[in-house]
T-cell receptor, first 110, second 113 residues
Framework: AQSVTQPDIHITVSEGASLELRCNYS??????LFWYVQSPGQGLQLLLK??????LVQGIKGFEAEFKRSQSSFNLRKPSVHWSDAAEYFC????????FGTGTRLLVSP | DVKVTQSSRYLVKRTGEKVFLECVQD?????MFWYRQDPGLGLRLIYF???????EKGDIPEGYSVSREKKERFSLILESASTNQTSMYLC????????????FGSGTRLTVV
């Protein structure tokens, strides 16, 4: 069965500290991989995506993610978190139809 | 600016009512999707469509139907609304086969009382 696991429901990070959000997936073949961000009361916005090639991908707002085939993981990172990054983050995998994780809510402390 | 528009941000409906949630995209995308979002459950796929007049069931289609008479419009129908359908509903669209990712609407928060 296809599934996406985001093991952390909530994460609190101090402003200026680094961030890593975890994502593991189970899929028949290596799918396309995505990270989305959702601000309160809003739809989801695409942060970055991986199809093939370089396993470290850059996205918007200073985010990056690394694909590790051996671990079936696609973790999201940011070197220095800003208060405006507080939101919910979703990992998704698939081809034309995406399967989403349950999300990780990021809280940023002053 | 290209976008996906959901006609209502908030809706309150009574149990048993027939409810229509409308979604329109202006990007000429073939693929359209309806998800519901609930705390702790993430996004779950209700229905999707890869072409006009085409529809396929997602993971949780029970109690819902859809209509796609025109390429740009994908409607979600709650045949007889129930309180367990209180949720955030998200519409998305995408191009076929290119893995371009979804473009989402802002969502409709539906409350069934």
């Amino acid at each position: 069965a296809q599934s996406v696991t985001q093991p952390d429901i909530h994460i609190t990070v101090s402003e200026g500290a680094s961030l890593e959000l975890r994502c593991n997936y189970s899929y028949g073949a290596t799918p396309y991989l995505f990270w989305y961000v959702q601000s309160p009361g809003q739809g989801l916005q695409l942060l970055l995506k991986y199809f093939s090639g370089d396993t470290l991908v850059q996205g918007i707002k200073g985010f990056e993610a690394e694909f590790k085939r051996s671990q079936s993981s696609f973790n999201l990172r940011k070197p220095s978190v800003h208060w405006s990054d507080a939101a919910e983050y979703f990992c998704a995998v698939g081809f034309q139809k995406l399967v989403f994780g349950t999300g990780t809510r990021l809280l940023v402390s002053p | 600016d290209v976008k996906v528009t959901q006609s209502s941000r908030y809706l309150v409906k009574r149990t048993g009512e027939k409810v229509f949630l409308e979604c329109v995209q202006d990007m000429d995308h073939e693929n359209m999707f309806w998800y519901r979002q609930d705390p702790g459950l993430g996004l779950r796929l209700i229905y999707f469509s890869y072409d006009v007049k085409m529809k396929e069931k997602g993971d949780i289609p029970e109690g819902y139907s859809v209509s796609r008479e025109k390429k740009e419009r994908f409607s979600l129908i709650l045949e007889s609304a129930s309180t367990n359908q209180t949720s955030m509903y998200l519409c998305a669209s995408s191009l076929p086969g290119q893995g371009g990712g979804y473009t989402f609407g802002s969502g409709t928060r539906l409350t069934v009382v």
